[in-house]
């Protein structure tokens, strides 16, 4: 989020040698970014999430023309798999919804969904849903193409400069003291995901933004998995598959995991998920594991982000994408700088997920969250 707003920002003709992009480890991308499933979707279950996709993926799609670094966008699509009957009768919803917007996805029988992938086992699949443009996009070129075109034009980036502070007088930012020095300012933008609650309260804000830990495994090569393999996920277990490379990516949420910045891997839970994983795919038996990590979503109460301004002047945020904001940061990065620039969302109208929502009880849950 902050690497693509200030590269908006700067794109948008702001004098960029005043844009400061601060980094608290010494390389960028090591948040919830960089260690995601890079999984690009338009399969959302409000309205307001699909018009972000709408924006979002075409901008990826674009990507190396525009800013000049590939990101290896594979269109292998999603495959949502319904096993009981209150996600398939969702499902139907969503399809309808998403088609209405303009988005070609497909609703499909539990048959249909055993055909599509018969090395699963989906005896008990009611109902599936499709998008052949939905996929995956590697998360570190996305941040490194924004942050090397924005250097290009001026915005200058501080890797290794923790914010420890923030001075506000009067309800007006004043400055920004990090772990390399302060810095005076009229404007911040707190886009430091998980941690962009712990950021807020420095200012005086609450932000209702939860950090929980995910955690994912890959797999060694498994030659028997097709090329065009979907993105599939068994959406009642929240446990999901998408190649990576000539094995799997393998990851599954636990429902029972408490708030907390721990980054480690369960490894409990590691062997619930891969057991899980087993017994849809009984190939994976034969893999080993290659690499397994864990990071932190960024959880808002409706799982939706948070944009735009606070009480306090010139405090801005973005955050609380609640486990799916790679996908969204072009377009989120571009609608923070019409907001900074023109005190207004253009691109796509997101006035209504603002943090006075939750105060005004105005809360928008989205169903499919993995
Ligand atoms: C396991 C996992 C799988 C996911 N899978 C997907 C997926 O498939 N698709 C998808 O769209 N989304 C996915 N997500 C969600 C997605 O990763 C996040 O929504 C998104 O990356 C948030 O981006 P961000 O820029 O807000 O936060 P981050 O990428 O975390 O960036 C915030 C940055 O702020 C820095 N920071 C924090 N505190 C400070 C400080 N005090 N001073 C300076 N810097 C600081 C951090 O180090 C970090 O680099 C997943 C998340 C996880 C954890």
Not at 333 to 355: N, R, Y
Request: aromatic share 10%; charged share 20%; hydrophobic share 40%.
């Amino acid at each position: 989020m902050g690497a693509g707003a200030a590269y908006h920002l700067a794109q948008r003709g702001i004098a960029a040698r005043n844009i400061v992009l601060l980094e608290k480890e010494n390389f960028f991308g090591q948040g919830a970014t960089g260690r995601c499933a890079g999984g690009v979707r338009y399969q959302f279950s409000t309205a307001i999430n699909i018009k972000l996709s709408l924006e979002s993926l075409p901008m990826l799609e674009r990507f190396k023309d525009e800013i000049g670094q590939d990101v290896s966008y594979k269109q292998c699509g999603y495959l949502l798999v319904a096993t009981n009957e209150k996600d398939a009768n969702a499902f139907k919803y969503n399809v309808k919804l998403q088609n209405k917007l303009g988005v070609q996805t497909q609703l499909i029988s539990g048959d249909e969904v055993r055909k599509r992938v018969p090395l699963m086992k989906f005896g008990d699949a009611l109902a599936g849903t499709f998008n052949q443009k939905d996929g995956t996009v590697d998360p570190n070129s996305v941040v490194m193409g924004y942050i090397g075109a924005a250097q290009k034009m001026g915005v200058k980036t501080f890797p290794g400069a923790e914010v420890i502070g923030i001075i506000v007088s009067s309800d007006q930012v004043e400055e920004v003291q990090t772990t390399i020095g302060a810095i005076k300012t009229r404007m911040i933008l707190n886009a430091a995901g998980p941690w962009s609650g712990y950021i807020s309260q420095m200012a005086g804000v609450h932000l209702p933004v939860t950090p929980l830990r995910r955690q994912m495994f890959t797999t060694s090569p498994l030659p028997e998995i097709p090329n065009d393999f979907p993105f599939v996920i068994d959406f009642a277990r929240s446990l999901y598959f998408h190649r990576e490379g000539e094995g799997l990516l393998i990851g599954m949420s636990n429902q029972n995991e408490q708030p907390g910045f721990e980054q480690s891997v369960d490894e409990d839970f590691e062997l619930i998920n891969l057991e899980a994983a087993i017994e849809r795919m009984p190939l994976v038996e034969k893999a080993q594991r290659a690499s397994h990590w864990a990071g932190l979503y960024e959880v808002t109460p409706d799982a939706h982000p948070i944009y735009g301004e606070t009480h306090v002047n010139g405090f801005f945020v973005c955050t609380g994408f609640s486990g799916h904001g790679f996908m969204h940061g072009p377009i989120s990065g571009k609608l923070m700088a019409e907001k900074i620039l023109d005190g207004k969302f253009s691109s796509v109208d997101v006035s209504m997920l603002d943090l006075k929502r939750f105060e005004e009880g105005r809360l928008i849950q989205e169903y499919n969250v993995v």
